[in-house]
């Protein structure tokens, strides 16, 4: 129950960072729905598809889709007293919380399930990054694959910390905060410092 709430916080912060972008500003409402729905709800569903899981995560548990949904209305209705107030910046704070969350718990789940290390941190990735991604491409912002931004780098490293901790044998809910305290503090990091790959690891 703790771990679906968890969830569902990070549902909400994901919608409402998609929604609150200036980028969508004059859009309407359906549009900015279904823009928070797709970055909520993304990653996970690519996923589920890829493992050819029984049902989408948010068909099986509907409390994701309405969160996603719900979420996104709340920021549409509220965005200008939200930019008001500077709420982008919680709001940035939470992102980066869903992103590191989503992505070890994942990893996690696909390793507890005997899936293959280099599996279950792809599948963490995707989860993570994926809607982030597919909201970029909507709102006609630079992604992850045409910037030089450390985007995915912190999940990736982060889920790749906790397969080697896991091997080595750690206990697996400390495992489990280290991995997610480094994932939202490196992606915070980032943003705040606007760090991007140096010029001899981009492709000439």
């Known amino acids: 129950m703790f771990v679906h709430v968890i969830e569902i916080i990070c549902i909400c912060a994901f919608a409402l960072s998609a929604v609150l972008s200036g980028a969508n500003k004059g859009k309407d409402i359906i549009s900015v729905l279904v823009l928070g729905w797709v970055t909520a709800l993304g990653g996970g569903t690519v996923r589920d598809v890829i493992l050819s899981t029984d049902q989408v995560f948010w068909i099986q548990s509907p409390s994701y889709f309405w969160a996603a949904i719900i979420s996104s209305l709340v920021g549409f209705l509220m965005a200008p007293d939200l930019r008001k107030r500077k709420v982008e910046r919680l709001i940035l704070l ?20 005997d899936y293959a290390a280099y599996v279950a941190i792809t599948m963490g990735m995707i989860t993570a990054v994926f809607g982030g991604v597919v909201r970029d491409i909507l709102v006609n912002r630079p992604t992850m694959f045409n910037n030089t ?13 906790f397969v080697l901790l896991s091997r080595l044998g750690m206990n697996s809910d400390v495992n489990t905060i280290i991995s997610i305290v480094f994932i939202a503090v490196f992606r915070i990091y980032i943003v705040v410092t606007k760090k991007s790959f140096p010029k001899y690891l981009l492709l000439r």
Do not use: W
């Open 149 to 161: 931004e450390f985007y995915a780098t912190p999940v990736i490293m982060g889920c790749s910390l």
């Open 94 to 113: 939470l992102d980066a919380i869903g992103i590191s969350i989503f992505s070890v718990l994942v990893t996690k789940r696909m390793i507890h399930q």
